[in-house]
């Protein structure tokens, strides 16, 4: 592992990317992070200045499909920057070597870089029974205590590393947990989204890189420079929700019209993120864009909140499931009948009092 | 002609700012429900018109939202006069603290609910049964102030909306704090149907102007338990003046 390490720059200058087109890239990055104009020039200089940062991928419970956004990657620097800028020395998808080259790998960037290496967690610990998910002989849960204790941070990404995802739904089979739960004593910096965009996976690489720190977090860990927005904030169908457009099922005139998700189970209004600023794959689209609800997927618990295609809570009772209307109306009812009886009953049993012809003993 | 003698006081037991209290809430509850309700699960409405020509769905939100405010701030000021006002408004009678309050709730169930014993209970303002189911509904209230205005927090600018904002992290996301703000409205609702028969049937077997009382604020009570009432604070005044 004992290599010049050149800065980001160096590197993006050695791969043939002109000073043009790094430059372009920096701004992009500062407007992304939300910095104001003299930010440009900070993340210039940390890029121009800085070297790669050690970093440990570890994979867990998960898809990839964090991997999977963070690969496709609209801006060839970003790609750059993430994949040979910023060495993922470990990483079980990505990285050349296999076996016991591997763990050696593992071990070497843990004892090399103690204190400085970022954490990067895709996937959750199963707690329940560790053997759930073992790697080189040893569970997740071993490992990622070992690496998280030298970490300099952990950045959990995506709904699974963050709040456990379709593993930790219910009845949550092998006890799945995020990295919060089984981390303590370090930042750790929830880049949810199932996945999460991948201009805000680099924007979070970015901004650990040109000031050192942890970015600033929400109530749930999230960076609020992305995830300080409801995506229904954001959404260009917003005027029509609050003209009370809304669309009734899909394919009907009102959908074909455009108008709002939301009685369809449009998570939109209880979801942040900034799908509907960034969008995806190069700003193409992003699910309500392309008419579908938003499935909320950078909350916590997303999974368990059923039906996906309705507005109103669903409960789960006695293995009926029903929504809060539904039992609403039916305890009602109930209560309705009790009443009725009640009342009967009043006037049976307290004939006497009702009279007024003797007093009550 | 059916004439009935008893011995009876009127009593002066809610004072204005109670019965104020009370109607502005009942005005406020029923208001947000019925735009809770539409904000819910809004009507389908089929419209040629651009998005641009209409914002009702705005406006049942701004109503909700206005009234969630006075909803607020009357439950803040009935919290005050818990303090403030006579014994029948404090504190005092919502917690069940005291030995008596609990053999009365034991009374109530007996001769309200069960009507396994025939003598009414004769309390002056609330029964220990009403003040506990109140006790509960004022944490109702609590919960719902919660949840809502931490919803509200993160579309607002203001200050008091944000003292809220950490409830939504509390209960892991908007969603859950959606929902909890959903099932509590039912509890409003269930409520009300057993609040207002309750005040049918006490009125209509006790006749001592229970519905009336929140209107004008007195109360018929027969003179023997006045007697017992009075009795009672003597003792309690008299120990008080022992103490010293």
């Known amino acids: 592992m004992e290599h010049k390490k050149l800065t980001v720059y160096e590197d993006c200058l050695k791969k043939g990317v002109s000073r043009r087109d790094f430059l372009k890239f920096c701004a992009s990055m500062a407007a992304l992070l939300g910095l104001e104009s003299t930010g440009v020039a900070q993340v210039v200089e940390a890029l121009e200045k800085k070297s790669r940062l050690p970093i440990i991928w570890l994979h867990f419970q998960e898809c990839t499909c964090c991997s999977e956004s963070f690969v496709r990657t609209s801006h060839p620097i970003l790609a750059s920057l993430l994949f040979d800028s910023i060495s993922l020395d470990y990483d079980e998808t990505l990285m050349a070597a296999s076996g016991e080259q591997a763990e050696k790998c593992l071990h070497d960037t843990m004892a090399n870089s103690k204190g400085e290496y970022i954490l990067m967690i895709e996937g959750s610990v199963p707690t329940k029974n560790e053997a759930y998910c073992c790697i080189g002989g040893r569970s997740a849960l071993q490992i990622v205590k070992e690496a998280a204790a030298g970490a300099k941070a952990v950045i959990a990404w995506g709904n699974c590393a963050s709040s456990g995802c379709v593993q930790a739904a219910n009845p949550n089979p092998t006890g799945a947990k995020p990295a919060k739960k089984v981390i303590s004593g370090k930042p750790i910096i929830n880049v949810q989204g199932c996945p999460p965009i991948a201009e805000v996976m680099a924007g979070v690489v970015v901004h650990l890189l040109t000031f050192g720190t942890i970015p600033q977090l929400d109530g749930l860990g999230r960076p609020k420079a992305f995830y300080s927005r409801r995506v229904h904030d954001s959404c260009y169908r917003r005027a029509n929700f609050d003209a009370g457009l809304f669309v009734e099922s899909f394919d009907d005139e009102n959908a074909r019209k455009g108008y709002c998700l939301y009685k369809i189970g449009c998570r939109g209004p209880s979801t942040y993120n900034s799908c509907g600023i960034i969008k995806w794959n190069e700003g193409t689209s992003y699910p309500i864009q392309s008419g579908h609800p938003c499935l909320g997927c950078s909350e916590e618990g997303f999974w368990d909140n059923t039906p996906f295609y309705e507005r109103r809570p669903a409960l789960n009772a006695f293995g009926i499931e029903a929504t809060a209307d539904q039992i609403g109306l039916a305890v009602g009812a109930a209560t309705a009948v009790g009443i009725a009886a009640h009342a009967v009953a009043t006037n049976i049993r307290k004939k006497d009092l009702i009279e007024n012809e003797a007093e009550p003993a | ?244």
Not at chain 2, 82 to 106: D, H, M, T, V
Not at chain 2, 197 to 219: A, C, M, N, P, Q
């Open chain 2, 1 to 244: 002609m059916n004439t009935r003698e008893k011995n009876l006081s009127a009593v002066y037991v809610w004072e204005l700012p109670v019965r104020f209290f009370h109607w502005v809430n009942a005005v406020c509850i029923v208001i947000l429900c019925i735009t809770g309700f539409l904000i819910g699960d809004p009507p389908a409405i089929m419209s040629g018109n651009e998005a641009f020509y209409g914002f009702w769905f705005g406006k049942i939100r701004l109503i909700h939202f206005i009234t969630a405010f006075i909803f607020l701030f009357n439950f803040a000021f009935r919290i005050y006069w818990g303090f403030a006002g006579n014994k029948y408004a404090s504190w005092k009678n919502f917690i069940p603290y005291r030995k008596e309050q609990w053999q009365e709730l034991l009374d109530v169930l007996k001769v309200d609910i069960m009507m396994i014993k025939k003598k009414p209970v004769e309390s002056i303002g609330h029964n220990a049964m009403a003040s506990l189911i109140y006790f509960a509904l004022f944490w109702a209230f609590a919960l719902q102030c919660l949840t809502g205005f931490g919803l509200y927090a993160q579309m607002s600018k203001a200050f008091l909306p944000h003292l809220f904002a950490w409830v939504v992290p509390l209960f892991g996301g908007d969603l859950m704090v959606r929902y909890i703000h959903h099932f509590l409205m039912w509890f409003f609702i269930l409520f009300a149907i057993v609040h207002v028969y309750l005040v049918f049937y006490h009125d209509y077997i006790e006749r001592r102007g229970v519905t009336s009382s929140i209107i004008g604020g007195w109360k018929f009570v027969e003179n023997e338990v006045l007697k017992e009432e009075d009795a009672k604070e003597k003792k309690i005044g008299k120990k008080k003046e022992t103490g010293k």
